[in-house]
């Protein structure tokens, strides 16, 4: 495959693009029978997304683009995208085959895969979700001063998702040159595209971001080149992004597994007479003086090229099971992070946030904050409050609502020189963006071997009469997810000291802010520097009746009861959830016998259940009785004062519970 030909701004005329072309297609169609038939016999992996019908909208569209510096998202049926800017075809077949030399290290799906370092980023199963990060990993290597366009592309049904028009409408607002290209074939799995939506073509949409949009044929090589040219020229102009619709098609199934009967048989006559490779074939003789033999020598040097390919993909052996553990699951922190030191006399929790944040803005310009009403306005809880004057909207970003599109723009932003520092503006709203959070950033580094050093701060808890969609704590949810680390602070020290070690951290790390103790908690902070000696839990009180667990809130009505009874306890906050260090927690127990965890979530829904498990596999032999749960009962936080405080643990709750466990014998 001839891939030195020039990019933009230069451009191929239609006789010099041809040959280039359609080679590159070819090759396409051709491996992916190959893929097929090695899949048939069990080689490839999983199940296979054919590309073939596709070949002139994946391949012309990124030929373009310039390798290693424009910035791609190509989806599921974009093999030619990745071969155009990249990947080699020895590394695809390994990325198939699940083999020891997979780029993904056999860990990834055989179509998710990309390449940060080539500026490929890694797809996603979840359509629509690949394209914020695009957006933001764009934004970010301009912010960069890099000269970079983003190419970001999604199916008719990947149309439909929210996240598409999340990112489109982020890129207009901020002005991220992406092309994003519908690749229109008639189908999403099974469903016709009548069913999908009801504009009259999906270019249409773009008059609602106010930037152009096109409809073109995505079986002519030659018009897609074009009008991806032509659209750089635009967003060059503009910086604005651009919406294209590619009427392509496919000539397969969804997937190996899908025989698309339901595509009719005239429906399917039709398509057959537009196969792109055909139309690009019939150019070349046509036009651009080649004959059936200098055609049929090309085609034959192209299947030689791929059985060589194949045969040394075919060697590799399979992966080691030994490089796929929970080790490899968090990106490594450095050990060697020493900052300055930073004291504040009595401040509330609230204010340790902002001096965090400050402390981290004022230290490295690469800090962004991104959130809802966190530049004028200072924040819901006005925890970002002075900030926009001192940093100003570049780094103190006002953001539409759109969670999911923020955590997907930050997600890229973090690729390419940006920390993005994400507030939403209740712990509650961080479900809008599950998968980018939970499942995409989660796994980002497990996936594809780069951090993905994103802090998330979550407002979060009840006690404030705010009811069921703004009371929630949600660190059992978040915990559920390998890669995310969490930090639960209770004091000022501890809410400074977590929000600057998630911000040095090079992995995910979500921070529990309780919106009780913004104000209500007071206290000094004297950090020392020292990064390492953050990441432990945290003893409040030293007794040898009771080990008291608590979280946020809750260690405040711990320290009451203990304090105000004259109890004699252990009280300890975890404050790093995930990883939870149960070590000093074991301990403990071993001392006292008993253990109490004490946490606002619903029974079900915190970590109390796996602190209580955790235990009494370690300490079965020291428990002098059954471990006890204070919680909140399963059900969502009411809204009515007293109905709340009836539900919430209360000192009487918590007393009643140490009462009963230091009463019963062993
Ligand atoms: C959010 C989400 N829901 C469901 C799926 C399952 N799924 C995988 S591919 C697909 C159809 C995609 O159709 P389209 O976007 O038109 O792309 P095409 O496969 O036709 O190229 C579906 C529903 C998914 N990947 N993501
Ligand atoms: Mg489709």
Not at 201 to 212: E, H, K, M, T, V
Request: charged letters at 20%; one cysteine or more; hydrophobic letters at 40%.
């Amino acid at each position: 495959m001839n891939l030195s030909f020039p990019r933009y701004p230069a451009r191929l005329n239609r006789q010099q693009f041809y040959p280039v072309a359609y080679e590159i297609m070819f090759y396409c169609h051709v491996l992916d029978e190959k893929i097929y038939e090695l899949f048939r016999k069990g080689y490839v992996k999983g199940t296979v997304i054919i590309c073939i019908g596709n070949e002139a909208t994946m391949v012309p569209m990124s030929m373009p683009f310039r390798p290693g510096q424009d910035i791609l998202g190509l989806m599921h049926r974009d093999m030619g995208g990745h071969l155009v800017n990249g990947m080699t075809p020895y590394e695809l077949l390994c990325q198939y085959m699940a083999n020891a030399q997979s780029p993904t290290h056999a860990r990834e799906g055989n179509v998710h895969h990309g390449n940060v370092a080539q500026r490929r980023l890694p797809f996603i199963s979840h359509l629509g979700n690949t394209l914020a990060p695009v957006v933001g990993a764009t934004w970010a290597a301009r912010r960069n001063g890099e000269d970079v366009f983003g190419l970001a592309s999604i199916g008719d049904g990947g149309s439909s998702t929210g996240d598409f028009h999340e990112s489109l409408n982020l890129a207009s607002v901020q002005r991220v040159p992406v092309l994003f290209v519908v690749e229109n074939n008639h189908y999403a799995y099974s469903t016709p595209t009548r069913l999908q939506y009801n504009a009259k073509q999906l270019s249409d949409r773009a008059a609602g971001y106010n930037i152009p949009g096109k409809t073109i044929d995505g079986t002519d090589a030659w018009e897609v080149y074009c009008a991806v040219n032509d659209a750089l020229d635009e967003m060059n102009k503009t910086s604005l992004p651009y919406l294209l619709e590619s009427m392509t098609l496919r000539l397969y199934g969804h997937a190996a597994y899908d025989k698309a009967e339901y595509v009719s048989a005239a429906e399917r006559q039709a398509w057959l007479r537009r196969d792109p490779v055909a139309r690009a074939r019939a150019v070349l003789l046509d036009e651009c003086e080649f004959t059936e033999e200098k055609l049929g020598a090309l085609e034959s040097a192209v299947r030689a090229r791929i059985d060589t390919v194949i045969a040394r993909s075919l060697s590799v052996g399979r992966p080691a099971c030994a490089t796929c553990s929970p080790g490899a699951v968090f990106a490594p922190a450095r050990p060697d992070i020493k900052l300055p030191p930073f004291t504040a006399p009595q401040i509330k929790n609230l204010q340790a946030v902002t001096a965090a944040l400050d402390y981290i803005m004022g230290r490295d310009d690469k800090a962004v904050l991104l959130g809802m009403d966190i530049g004028v306005y200072g924040s819901a809880f006005k925890t970002c409050k002075g900030l926009y004057e001192r940093y100003g909207a570049k780094r103190v970003m006002d953001m539409p609502v759109c969670e999911s599109g923020i955590v997907g723009f930050a997600l890229g932003a973090s690729q390419f020189g940006a920390r993005p520092i994400i507030e939403y503006q209740f712990a509650d709203f961080s479900t809008e963006a599950a998968t980018q959070m939970a499942l995409n950033a989660a796994s980002w580094y497990f996936r594809s071997c780069n951090p993905a050093p994103l802090v998330f701060r979550l407002p979060c808890g009840g006690g404030i009469t705010l009811g069921a969609f703004h009371s929630g704590e949600f660190e059992g949810i978040w915990s559920r997810f390998p890669g995310l680390k969490l930090l639960y602070p209770f004091t000022p020290q501890e809410t400074f000291e977590a929000i600057v070690a998630a911000y040095y951290d090079p992995n995910p790390c979500l921070v529990f802010e309780h919106k009780l103790l913004y104000a209500s908690k007071g206290g000094s902070i004297d950090f020392n520097g020292d990064m390492a000696s953050i990441w432990r839990p945290r003893q409040y009180a030293e007794g040898a009746d009771c080990t008291i667990v608590a979280f946020g809130a809750m260690n405040e009505l711990a320290l009451a009861v203990v304090s105000e009874q004259g109890y004699s306890a252990d009280v300890w906050n975890p404050f790093i959830l995930n990883p939870l260090d149960i070590d000093p927690l074991a301990a403990s127990v071993e001392k006292t016998g008993r253990l109490l965890v004490i946490q606002e979530s619903g029974e079900t829904a915190g970590l109390g259940d796996r602190i209580v498990s955790l235990i009494v596999k370690r300490c079965f032999a020291k428990l002098r009785c059954a471990p006890a749960i204070v919680a909140s009962p399963d059900m969502p936080v009411p809204f009515a004062p007293e109905l709340e405080t009836a539900t919430r643990p209360d000192k009487n709750k918590i007393r009643a519970a140490i009462e009963q466990i230091i009463g019963e014998k062993s």
